[in-house]
């Protein structure tokens, strides 16, 4: 405990802002939110190192600095204090110092800061950025991931400009470095296409990895998983699964690795089992195969007789415990709410396993950092409270509603009710629609450009988010429930949602709005090609034409998966689900929006869209946002999206004029 003191006494603290005014959430203050990520609890369990991540709209930029808490509570201080981002907090196995990723020396680099306080020190040299890293189990070396270096002769090419691409060839190997902390000296122990995550043996002498045979994302679904000794750096395969196979984790023994793995066959509409093989090599064997939900990243028990890990369930995250030998997981959390993990991310548990730290959020409160004791139950606590000026303003109530689509299926989804809400009073309605198609609404709270549900509770308005056909966390069968079929089935579960909020009492069918953002967006633009119901929508980053969508964009197995062929052996399924074909039949008022460097859905299916419309007389803007991917990145760009799309469905839905600023 010394040490840790010695940083209470030493760092900087800094206190919280004063809650402002009791007023409905803003546009701004969305914008401005401020998000805490990559918790994870000390190794004696009494501290959680997390980061949080500040927004600056004057420049359009987004900062992140470590911040530490004690799991008792108290007052949170603050790690790092620098205008890079500081990100990846991990402890040391001793718990006396925390290595991070910075990028205050340009690309990304492991600092390391000592609990007793002073300035971060610089562990690596890399001339390439550093990606994901993770300590040893005797904490004297770091393994991390890196591309290979430039070559002479390409370092020639790129200062000379001379940098043509060859499509599907020109990418940089990965490499797997050991950094010994105390010579600083790093070292190559297995080089690939692409290394996507890695874990330590018990022993610290063998690494088990991921490689992909491609950084492109259409490879990932082929990954398999190889073991790298350390002293000797030479390299064994341990599976050979066509499909993927990754987030090895070995046992406290070292006999066995527990990893993730799925079938190559439709990989998009199925889910990831558990598997266990010998470390030294043979048949896996599938542990819980009859689990409903799809099993995140696993971690061992400390007696190596069971495996506990995260699984979306339905719209909230629970935490599972699965014996080992096989049987049915058992569900630890009750979270009533949804956790801020994903599928390859580790589980913080505490050394004695008794305490874990997480992200938090739910419909009403903004995410926070929490922990949760196992023993006895599972007791969560929030430690943190970031956005006290937003805890403070009065919020949309949210709840989980259902309802039974076209052919009887039960279809489960959200709804936000307006700030104020008076019980017989029907109000404007939006329907804001998820991406992937296999993404999910869960009980996280709604203030991003992404999910804007309680802005438009601020404003007003009644936000209902369906988890239609095709959504994770339901299970297989419902996951691939609209194979062959998008615009169909998803498409009436929206439809049959809103006929239910209207036959409520809730929802005005004279003022209904729909958005989505990627597989939102396409079945946005696919909604006002076959039907005149809504007064305005918004298509963001939408498919709009399956059959130029195919070659353009780099996941061409996605779409094979749910459309059974690839476009040129089955025309018609393409031609049948793409938005353009019904162009003809559009009336509705349409705002486009698309990130200008969109390699995952071209920004070519914007430019159909829009022509489509305007050769048709339809009321419509096409808005790009320069420099972003698929989703934005950049503080402004989400601001003006929130706003944008709220005064364009002001405008055509409430017949008012507002003046976007």
Known sequence: MQHARLLLASL????????????????????????????????????????????????????ADLWMIATAGGTPVRLTNHRAMDDQGR?????????????????????????????????????????????????????YVAPRD??????????????????????????????????????????????????????????????????????????????????????????????????????????SIAYLTKSPKQATITQSRVAVVAAGGGAPRLVATDFLYEPGAPTWSRDGNSLYFWSAVRTRNEFFQLPVAGGTPRQLSDLQGSAGVFGSEAVSLASDQRTIAFVRSTLETPAEVHVATLDGGWKQRALTALNPEIASAPRGRGEVIRWKGKDGMEIEGILIYPVGYEAGKRYPTVAIIHG?????????????????????????????????????????????????????????????????????????????????????????????????????????????????????????????????????????????????????????????????????????????????????EVPVELVFFPREPHGLQEPRHALDKIKREVAFFSKYVLGREPVLQ
């Open 12 to 63: 900087l603290l800094v206190p919280l802002a004063s809650p402002r005014a009791q007023r409905p959430l803003t546009a701004e203050q969305a914008a401005a939110m401020r998000t805490p990520s990559n918790a994870r609890i000390s190794p004696s369990g009494e501290w959680v190192v997390y980061t949080v991540s500040v927004p600056n709209l004057e420049e359009s930029s987004t900062n």
């Open 91 to 143: 402890w040391a196995p001793d718990g006396r110092s925390i290595a991070f990723l910075s990028a205050r020396d340009g690309a990304p680099q492991i600092f390391r800061l000592g609990l007793a306080g002073g300035e971060p020190e610089k562990l690596t040299d890399s001339k390439t950025p550093v990606g994901a890293f993770a300590w040893s189990p005797d904490g004297a070396r770091i393994a």
């Open 150 to 255: 430039a070559t002479p002769d390409e370092e020639k090419k790129q200062k000379g400009k001379d940098d043509a691409i060859v499509v599907g060839k020109d990418w940089v190997q990965a490499r797997l470095m050991i950094l010994d902390i105390a010579s600083r000296t790093a070292t190559e122990v297995a080089r690939a296409e692409a290394i996507l995550d890695f874990d330590w043996s018990p022993d610290g002498r063998q690494i088990a990895y991921t490689v992909a045979p491609s950084p492109r994302p259409d490879d990932f679904r082929a990954t398999d998983i190889m073991i790298a000794d350390v002293a000797a750096k030479s390299t064994r395969k341990l599976t050979d699964n066509p499909g993927a196979d990754l987030s090895p984790r070995w046992s406290p023994d070292g006999r």
């Open 436 to 616: 992937g198609p296999s993404g999910v609404w869960n009980e996280s709270f709604g203030a991003s450009w992404y999910n804007s549900a309680q802005i438009y509770a601020a404003e007003g308005w009644l936000a209902f988010l369906p988890n239609v056909r095709g959504s994770s966390g339901y299970g297989e069968k419902f996951l691939a429930a609209n194979y062959r079929d998008w615009g169909n089935g998803d498409y009436l579960d929206i439809q049959t949602g809103l006929d239910d909020l209207v036959k409520r009492g809730l929802a005005d069918p004279e003022r209904l709005a729909q958005s989505g953002w990627s597989y939102g967006g396409y079945m946005t633009a696919w909604t006002l090609t076959q039907t005149n119901r809504f007064k305005a929508v918004m298509v963001g980053a939408g498919l709009t034409n399956m059959y130029s969508m195919y070659s353009t964009n780099d996941l061409q197995m996605v779409l094979e998966d749910y459309f059974g062929a690839e476009p040129w052996d089955d025309e018609q399924a393409y031609r049948r689900a793409s938005a353009m074909v019904h162009i003809k039949k559009a009336r509705t008022p349409t705002l486009i929006l698309h990130g200008q460097q969109d390699t995952r859905v071209p920004i070519g299916q914007a430019q159909e869209l829009y022509m489509g419309l305007r050769k048709n």
